[in-house]
């Protein structure tokens, strides 16, 4: 991969670059599980529901990124405490992740879907 193509860098880790990251969690369930125990609730097929979740990053790793002589690297996250949220308690950064995971695919909104008298 030329340098001229090559995304913005992450670093280096044995003398390659790193372009991108992704997390890996392990132990979700067990937090969440344990909040469910205290004080359990019933969701219905199709509820949308809300977790906030604490994670430690347990390790990082780099892994070559197919035909490329740059690197990913990888983050394992393990799950610690879990809870359930109101959907409000979290929308404006979730619709905010959501606009920023669109604009990377390149999809753009229009202006006109946020006008609620549309």
Known sequence: MSKASTPPT????????IVTASIKVTRAGDGLSQ???VEPKEYHIGDIITVVLECEVATVNFK???????????????????????????????????????????????????????
């Open 35 to 37: 909040a469910m125990t």
């Open 64 to 118: 070559p990124i197919n035909d490329t002589d740059v690197l990913a690297r990888v983050h394992t996250l393990r799950a610690g405490i879990a809870t359930i949220v109101e959907n409000a308690f979290a929308k404006s950064v979730l619709d905010a992740q959501r606009k920023k995971n669109d604009e990377a695919k390149g999809i753009q909104a229009l202006p006109l879907d946020d006008d609620p008298n549309l």
């Open 10 to 17: 992450l670093g280096q880790f044995d003398g390659r670059e």
